[in-house]
T-cell receptor, first 113, second 113 residues
Framework: NAGVTQTPKFQVLKTGQSMTLQCAQD?????MYWYRQDPGMGLRLIYY???????DKGEVPNGYNVSRLNKREFSLRLESAAPSQTSVYFC????????????FGQGTRLTVV | GQQLNQSPQSMFIQEGEDVSMNCTSS?????WLWYKQDPGEGPVLLIA?????ELTSNGRLTAQFGITRKDSFLNISASIPSDVGIYFC?????????????FGGGTRVLVKP
């Protein structure tokens, strides 16, 4: 009963380092999303993938890239991490694009020093 | 972009109390959603509202979609310790905004010592 699985759960990076956050869902959902959560600001959409093979920018895409590797997996890449990217990152999936019944992963807490 | 103002930012509850929180927007939404986030977990959908004026319950939770489509409230009746967490409202505007969800900053519910 995994649902949406994110790895890693915690990560510390130095400024300028790169890394990829992994996300996989086992619910056969078409759409997947990456959000970041900052104190007092709710969740902000970084990128989304309405279906396999497509990706689109969300509200705060700068400094990130994504890959929809297949229907199950949607990764988020930070090419050159900055302290402003310190945040908690959530992956989510839904049956169709922006369907309100989105299921979230447990989050990745990223600190950039 | 659109902003959702959620209040209060935090509140203390005593077991058995009724509590209320609300969300207001400068713009209208087609859908209002309420999520709860437990520590170390991703948000979980509690209630979805699809029509202006709609009042919907889910156990001890009741939420309403404001008539103006610019606000919503969530009530928790007879609160219990497991109600602690962060509650987020989110609004969705179809098509014009790509069906994107806009989240409020959250209401942190804590137990009175």
């Amino acid at each position: 009963n995994a649902g949406v699985t994110q790895t890693p759960k915690f990560q510390v990076l130095k400024t300028g380092q790169s890394m990829t956050l992994q996300c996989a869902q086992d619910m056969n959902h078409n759409s997947m999303y990456w959000y970041r959560q900052d104190p007092g600001m709710g969740l902000r959409l970084i990128y989304y993938s309405a279906s396999e093979g497509t990706t689109d920018k969300g509200e705060v895409p700068n400094g990130y890239n994504v890959s929809r590797l297949n229907k199950r997996e949607f990764s988020l890449r930070l090419e050159s991490a900055a302290p402003s990217q310190t945040s908690v990152y959530f992956c989510a999936s839904s049956v169709r694009n922006m369907n309100t019944e989105a299921f979230f992963g447990q989050g990745t807490r990223l600190t950039v020093v | 972009g659109q902003q959702l103002n959620q209040s209060p930012q935090s509140m203390f509850i005593q077991e058995g109390e009724d509590v209320s929180m609300n969300c207001t927007s400068s713009s209208i939404f087609n859908t209002w959603l309420w999520y709860k986030q437990d520590p170390g977990e991703g948000p979980v959908l509690l209630i979805a509202l699809y029509k202006a004026g709609e009042l919907t319950s889910n156990g001890r939770l009741t939420a309403q979609f404001g008539i103006t489509r610019k606000d919503s409230f969530l009530n928790i009746s007879a609160s219990i310790p497991s109600d602690v967490g962060i509650y987020f409202c989110a609004g969705q505007l179809f098509k014009a905004a790509g069906n994107k969800l806009t989240f409020g900053g959250g209401t942190r519910v804590l137990v009175k010592p």
